[in-house]
């Protein structure tokens, strides 16, 4: 419309990101992490005791359980 002024031009990152930025995928890679180093340490430990998946099911869920209580601690959700 006439005698409208243009909006005003952003630039992008003129200041610091907001404090909680990052946070969602903090919580996502502890979970993650947690569940593949213990649950390949289940593996190793099925592959040496020779079970099939008992100990590698045992160390996803103790992976879990601690990436949780990573975010929990560290992110304070």
């Known amino acids: 419309m006439a005698g409208q002024k243009p909006p005003p031009e952003s630039h992008g990152d003129d200041g610091p990101p ?3 930025t990052g946070m969602g995928m903090t919580a996502v890679s502890y979970l993650f992490a947690g569940m593949l180093v213990w649950g ?3 593996w190793l430990v099925d592959h040496y005791v020779g079970t099939k998946g008992i100990f590698a099911g ?3 869920v103790v992976g879990a359980a601690g990436g949780v209580y990573l975010i929990v601690r560290r992110l304070g959700a």
Request: proline content about 22%; glycine content about 34%.
């Open 58 to 60: 045992i160390g996803a």
């Open 40 to 42: 390949g340490i289940g």
């Open 18 to 20: 907001p404090p909680d």
